[in-house]
């Protein structure tokens, strides 16, 4: 990810970001401010729920 693009998604609520399942290996979106107040993230390819350890 692009420093532009982190900074983008830091005022833009609405924003997604990429992230890798842990089960499935699989890339898939979701919004940014769940993955930043790390919630549980439903996989769309094996339904797993996840959550991302961000920085
Ligand atoms: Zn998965």
Do not use: W, Y
Request: proline fraction near 5%.
């Amino acid at each position: 990810m692009s420093f532009f693009a982190d900074v983008m998604n830091r005022i833009n609520d609405k924003a997604t970001g990429t992230v890798t399942c842990p089960e499935c290996g699989k890339k898939s979106k979701h919004p940014t401010i769940k993955i930043r107040r790390q919630q549980a993230l439903l996989c769309p390819s094996c339904k797993s729920l996840f959550v991302v350890h961000s920085k």
